[in-house]
């Protein structure tokens, strides 16, 4: 039998996780927490920094999560740590930089090329934090996916124009002042969102001088370029990304899309928004075979006719609101069969025809904002899953309880804001008013087979 050990077991290792925001630090010296082997994540956000030794974070050796939010850091100094090899996040946002202290200037560092070496940084961010050169050195991030520089004052020749690295798969540049990315820049790229920017062109080869080339961009499975000055999509536009699945063109001054612009090379969009162009027909999307949701909002677009659309047989979100629509033509929606989602508000309907829709799956239609008059204009025929109708803000000033008899059941009907003065529980042409009188309470309760909210 072994004797028992005479050596007192060692405490279990724990991973500690520090937080000093909002504490009103201002220097980081070297070193500067004693025993920090085991620190994992360390928040420093919110406080008043405006020095920070490069050896600040060097005892640290198992730190993958560091948070610099709000504080005052030289740009010059930014990313100039040594000795955190372990880092894999880094989030500088909202930065506020003051002038680097005369007394740690090193006239050999060029503002852009301080950097630390980050051999685990998977994650930088460096949102609103007042950047306007910025470019990154391939040797100190040599594992960098995501880099999130939103909301800054980077323009092309800064990021985009240099070799981007080869390992970055998601880049957040909105809010900048970019006005050109060239062929093949994007060619690893799976994510890119650079809405707020200066581009006027989606092109492949033959590009303007502020554009956009997708070229080369085989791998982007999303791109979002909302708020641009986009007022030409070229044809081939998208031959390279067969891939992507979702785009987001809303916010541009766009009045087509050439037919065929959407084809064999974008089968894979699931989800595309052209909300707030000046489109005054509704787009050739008849490829996008798997499109799930279409965002059509804000433009000019006047009448919806039977041939609008083709069959998308995945389509389960449609938004047309605020254009000039007046005219649903017979059909008009016919080929959508597993739509359940629907926006008209905002419009100049007057009356929804027979057979307009057909759609059985719909669940929620907003028709708020149109010009209907009466309900029976509101045509509802073989919806038997809606749940939701609204009808808030039309010139609607009385309502029958026979328009909602023939409802499907668990039907609820917005009425709000719509200025109803009457709600006849009769035939306008029965005059026999006695004989009804019993029943008024019961059919106050129970107007056909749904509920019914209004406002008068």
Known sequence: MRPPSSTTARPPSYDIAFKFSNTGLRNIGQ???????????????????????????????????????GNKIPTEILLSFIGVPA????????????????ALINNSLDPAVAYGVFERLEHLKLRNSQLKNFQMDHLTLPRLT???????????????SSNLLNTLTHLYLDKNLIDRVEQYKLRNIEKLVMDN?????????????????????????????????????????????????????SENKITEVIKGTFNKNTVAIQHLSLAGN??????????????????LTGNHINAINSDSFCRLAHLEKLYLANNDIDTIGSRAFINLQTLKYLDLSGNQIKQLPTEWANIWRLEELHLEKNNFKIFDDVTLDNMKNLKNVYLDG???????TKSFQ????????????MGIKNWYKKDDDDDDDDDDDDHDDDDDDNYGNGNYYWNG
Not at 146 to 160: A, F, K, P
Not at 278 to 295: H, M, R
Request: proline share 4%.
């Open 31 to 69: 070193d500067f927490i004693n025993c920090s082997d085991m620190i994992i994540s360390l928040s420093l956000n919110d406080n008043e920094i405006n020095n920070i030794s490069p050896f600040a974070f060097r005892s640290m050796r198992k730190l993958k999560y560091l948070d610099l939010s």
């Open 87 to 102: 880092l894999q996040t880094l989030i500088i946002d909202n930065n506020k930089p003051t002038n680097l202290p005369s």
């Open 146 to 160: 995501h880099l999130h520089l939103s909301n800054n004052s980077i323009n092309s020749s800064d990021i985009i």
């Open 197 to 249: 920017n200066f581009i006027t062109e989606v092109c492949f080869e033959q590009c303007e001088k502020q554009s956009i080339s997708l070229k080369g961009a085989i791998r982007m499975n999303t791109l979002s370029l909302s708020k641009n000055r986009i007022s030409k999509v070229s044809a081939d536009a998208f031959r390279d990304t067969k891939v992507l699945s979702y785009l987001d063109l």
């Open 278 to 295: 000046k489109f005054t027909t509704v787009p050739d999307t008849c490829s996008l075979i798997y499109l799930k949701s279409l965002n």
């Open 394 to 400: 039309n010139p609607m000033l009385s309502l029958k």
């Open 406 to 417: 023939s409802l499907p059941t668990g039907l609820t009907v917005h009425v709000k804001h």
